[in-house]
Every structure is written in structure tokens, then in C-alpha cells.
Nanobody, 124 residues
Framework: VQLQASGGGSVQTGASLRLSCVVS????????MGWYRQAPGKKREFVAA????????WYRDSVKGRFTISRDNAKSTVYLQMNSLKPEDTAVYSC??????????????????WGQGTLVTVSS
């Protein structure tokens, strides 16, 4: 299973970006999907997750109301729409796939499949 993340970039405070993560090599719709980020010098942290159906989503508190996770099972893609970006959102964002959607929220590691990161830089 391969995950390919894209959509990062350099923006100013208040701007928006949409990250995408395309999954290939397996049946996308059986996996819950998660987004994580790691800022320079900091530990990886959970950002958002969505279950296989798209009916359940989870977010870290600091992004609630600004970020939206969604998925298109026909395109084998999960998205992270990020609005009202802040400098503290600057990080490398990575996607992960796991059949256990709850574990995407509960743990930061141990998920079987990861994509490479995409860098998001927000300047003030």
C-alpha cells in the first residue's frame, strides 16, 4: 500500500491550503485515514482522522472549526482542508492508513501505512 501526500506550501496567516493523500495498492475504503504533523523540534501530533465511511471525523482541539477532513473513496483520496492558517500550523504533514480508525486518534505510531510528508509553512 502506498500513500502519496501533496498540497503543502508557503502561505501567510489566514490563508487556506488543501492537502491530499492518494492511496494505491489496496482497497482504500477499508481504511480509516489520519493526518499528523510534526513541527521543527517538536514531537509528532495528531491533527485529524476519518473513518472508512466518512461518517466519523476527529480533530485536535486547536484545529477544530478551521480544518476539515474528508475522503473520496472513488478517488482513493483523503483531504485536509485547512483554513485560517496560523504560524503555529507550520509543520510537515503526513497521512496514515489503518483499518482501526479509533487507533488513528489514540496513537501516533504503529499504523501500518504512512505517506511521505508535505511541508506547510505559515508566515505571519
Amino acid at each position: 500500500v502506498q500513500l502519496q501526500a501533496s498540497g503543502g506550501g508557503s502561505v501567510q496567516t489566514g490563508a487556506s491550503l488543501r492537502l491530499s493523500c492518494v492511496v494505491s495498492g489496496s482497497t482504500f475504503s477499508v481504511y480509516g485515514m489520519g493526518w499528523y504533523r510534526q513541527a521543527p523540534g517538536k514531537k509528532r501530533e495528531f491533527v485529524a482522522a476519518i473513518d472508512w465511511s466518512g461518517r466519523r471525523q476527529w480533530y485536535r482541539d486547536s484545529v477544530k472549526g478551521r480544518f476539515t477532513i474528508s475522503r473520496d473513496n472513488a478517488k482513493s483520496t483523503v483531504y485536509l482542508q485547512m483554513n485560517s492558517l496560523k504560524p503555529e500550523d507550520t509543520a510537515v504533514y503526513s497521512c496514515a492508513a489503518d483499518r482501526d480508525s479509533d487507533s488513528l486518534v489514540a496513537t501516533l505510531a504503529g499504523h501500518p501505512y504512512w505517506g511521505q510528508g508535505t511541508l506547510v509553512t505559515v508566515s505571519s
